[in-house]
Nanobody
């Protein structure tokens, strides 16, 4: 059974920083793209940032220059360093991982349970 466990959310003042972590565990053959999504109340879930297995990154325009995604393949962990936080960054943040359970199965997207990030004015 695969689990993605997030940590690092919380309450921070505008202009502050937070670092989110997400560790994948279980019987995993390989992990491909990992990412962070967020969902604010009344809004659709949106991509914040993603990183491929080789380290290529992609960011939403709204977070470019403020957020940095990174991963540690040895630990099956993805990080999101968030700086210069704004109230509009307030949301539940979810990590995702496209992974294979065995060598001959297709990749499937797994999700974490979500962690709340609240940015106060």
């Amino acid at each position: 059974q695969v689990q993605l466990v997030e940590s690092g959310g919380g309450l921070v003042q505008a202009g502050g920083s937070l670092r989110l972590s997400c560790a994948a565990s279980g019987s995993i053959f390989s992990i491909h793209t990992m990412g962070w999504y967020r969902q604010a109340p009344g809004k659709q879930r949106e991509l914040v940032a993603s990183i491929t297995g080789s380290g290529s990154t992609n960011y939403a325009n709204s977070v470019k220059g403020r957020f940095t995604i990174a991963r540690d393949n040895a630990k099956n962990t993805v990080y999101l360093q968030m700086s210069s936080l704004k109230p509009e960054d307030t949301a539940v943040y979810y990590c995702s991982a496209d992974l294979r359970l065995t060598y001959n199965t297709a990749a499937y997207t797994y999700w974490g349970q979500g962690t709340q990030v609240t940015v106060s004015t």
